[in-house]
């Protein structure tokens, strides 16, 4: 588990940039190209084992009493499928690999790539043989800016006989939100304003993204949202618990760690909503103004008891939008503690309303990703002097794709700056001319997922 999740509820979440926790995936090295064992390993894409030493090789990740510190430089070559486009497998060739995180559900490495340097994050998970694995099915259609790119997948070996893991090769971002923050709370200061406006905005700007393709992510937290120190770049990532939801299909409610959870959750219903990220991020923005979780529960129980504390006790009304089955449930009365009274003195009214509009009980009342966007709190970012404290430029902001122009056309002139659409010279073209800030990745809409990345019907029982 990643650390700092106490609140969680699931054991098998976590960053795969948080060094105490993560996902899993098998590394396999060899001593470089010269290794006997052919790239890849197996056929099928299947990593063969990796490495010991002088030519052999061995399943790092397979072995748990295996140290990686004198083998962490060898070459290990796979046959992995590009993570976007055509199922093309190619050889991918990487170094440098150490663990950086791990969970009930398996490892994560960094490594590096020897084709560009780069360093990336390899997250393997066990694979059920059984089922597609959903998590890269929904990966496979992702891309965008705000959310961690999957580069490439490949299929590796366990150690015992037809055990498969996936390997899911990510961006590598070496920070979260959850240990930013930290940094803060632990040097008894607030986190600056404009990181919480720029943090915040570009996690809206993902959920709008990912909504729009039908896709909930069901465990928004500060540990899955990494960001870059320098530059500010929020990537959403562990889409490990995340689901397409349709209409009319039933879905666990037991989803989502414990302090980010909304209430239609914990009141057990199974028809819920995207609207349920939304609650989350609403907790994530009250939790980076307080310095510490808005909700923090012992149980479910205890988590609506915190809910009950600041927003009152719901009314019939609100309860039967979150689960009509608990209407007549008897609730003991308590009035709602005024939102300004929840938060430090200096806490900016805007910042303390945006959060009041998000933690609503009501699902269908709380606001939409790109109207959180629009709100008067982010308006800080869209002056054309706007900088990060280091001086540096505001990450891309505005570079926004035709996706995401299409989601709800009526905001656009209000999340597209003037200087900005003056540059552009009309609203049309924002994506075209600013692309370059985005490098080349601006919420393609890859809604077809190609076949042959997994091996049956993805399980419908979450």
């Known amino acids: 588990m990643s650390s700092g999740s106490a609140g969680s509820s699931r054991p098998r979440t976590s960053s795969f940039a948080d060094p105490s926790g993560g996902s899993s995936s098998t590394v396999n090295t060899a001593s470089g190209p010269t290794s006997g064992a052919p790239p890849g390993g197996k056929p099928g894409g299947a990593a ?28 290990t070559t796979v046959v992995a499928t590009p993570g976007q486009g055509p199922d093309r497998p190619q050889e991918v060739s990487y170094s440098d690999i150490k663990v950086i995180g791990n969970g009930s559900f398996g490892v994560v490495y960094q490594a590096r790539l020897a084709d560009s340097g780069e360093l990336v994050a390899i997250k393997k998970v066990l694979q059920d043989k059984r089922f597609k694995n959903r ?32 390997n ?120 980076l103004l307080l310095g510490q979780p808005i909700f923090p529960g012992d149980s479910g129980v205890d988590q609506l008891v915190e809910i009950i504390k600041v927003l009152g006790t719901p009314t019939r009304e609100q309860i039967r939008e979150m689960n009509p089955n608990y209407t007549e449930f008897k609730f003991p009365q308590i009035k709602a503690h005024p939102w300004i009274k929840v938060f430090k003195p200096r806490t900016p009214l805007e910042a303390i309303s945006l959060c009041s509009r998000l933690l609503e009980y009501t699902p269908a009342t709380r606001l939409s990703p790109l109207e959180a966007c629009a709100n008067s709190f982010f308006d800080e970012l869209r002056e054309p002097n706007a900088r990060l404290p280091n001086g540096r430029d505001l990450p891309p902001l505005f570079n926004f794709s035709p996706v995401e122009l299409s989601i709800q056309p009526g905001l656009n002139s209000n999340l597209i700056p003037p200087h900005v659409r003056s540059q552009a010279g009309s609203v049309g073209s924002v994506s075209g001319s600013t692309s370059a800030h985005s490098e080349g990745r601006m919420g393609t809409d890859r809604s077809q997922v190609t076949p042959g990345d997994g091996a049956g019907p993805i399980a419908n029982t979450s």
């Open 135 to 166: 998590e890269l099915q929904i990966m496979r259609k992702l891309d965008h800016c705000n959310i961690v790119r999957l580069r490439y997948f490949f299929y590796s070996s366990g150690e015992k006989k037809d055990e498969v893991y996936l």
């Open 168 to 287: 899911l090769v990510l961006d590598f971002v070496p920070e979260t939100v959850y240990r930013v923050a930290r940094h803060f709370t632990k040097a008894k200061q607030t986190i600056p304003v404009i990181y919480v406006k720029v943090y915040m905005y570009q996690l809206f700007r993902s959920l709008a993204y990912i909504h729009s393709q039908g896709v909930c992510h069901r465990d928004i937290k500060p540990q899955n949202l990494l960001v870059d120190p320098d530059t500010a770049v929020l990537k959403l990532c562990d889409f490990g618990s995340a689901k397409q939801l349709v209409r009319g299909e039933p879905n666990v409610s037991y989803i989502c760690s414990r302090y980010y959870r909304a209430p239609e959750l914990i009141f057990g219903a199974t028809d819920y909503t995207s609207n349920i990220d939304i609650w989350s991020a609403g907790c994530v923005l009250a939790e």
């Open 48 to 75: 063969g084992p990796g490495p010991g030493g002088g030519g052999t090789s061995t399943s790092v990740g397979a072995f748990p009493g295996l140290k990686l510190g004198r083998d962490s430089s060898k070459v």
